[in-house]
């Protein structure tokens, strides 16, 4: 399990994006990077991590399922993802 400083970390980097949206869409329409610069770093969506909704990891994250490789390689093996099932040749 990540540490819950990150996962905080992060869910506050997603309120500052959601609250700066669009105010850096307009400053980008208008070409005025000067004050796009004066907006805070978190603003920018580019500082957040795809993290996983189970465990926090963020290395190895599969986005179709928003959880990570181990998460779900486990909650495959259990049955628990409907419509995968493990591969055999």
């Known amino acids: ?6 996962l905080e970390r992060n869910k506050r980097k ?4 959601e609250k700066y949206a669009a105010l850096r869409a307009e ?6 990077y ?3 610069t004066q907006l805070p770093r978190d ?6 991590v795809n ?5 926090g990891r963020r ?3 599969l986005r179709r399922f928003q959880i ?3 998460t779900f390689s486990e909650l495959a093996s259990s049955g628990l993802i409907p419509g995968v099932t493990k591969s055999s040749w």
């Open 1 to 6: 399990m990540a540490k819950t400083a990150w």
């Open 43 to 48: 603003a920018s969506p580019t500082r957040l």
């Open 59 to 61: 290395r190895a994250f």
């Open 27 to 32: 400053l980008k329409a208008k070409k005025d």
């Open 14 to 17: 997603q309120k500052t994006v």
């Open 34 to 36: 000067a004050s796009l």
């Open 51 to 55: 993290r996983c909704r189970i465990s």
């Open 68 to 70: 990570s490789r181990i």
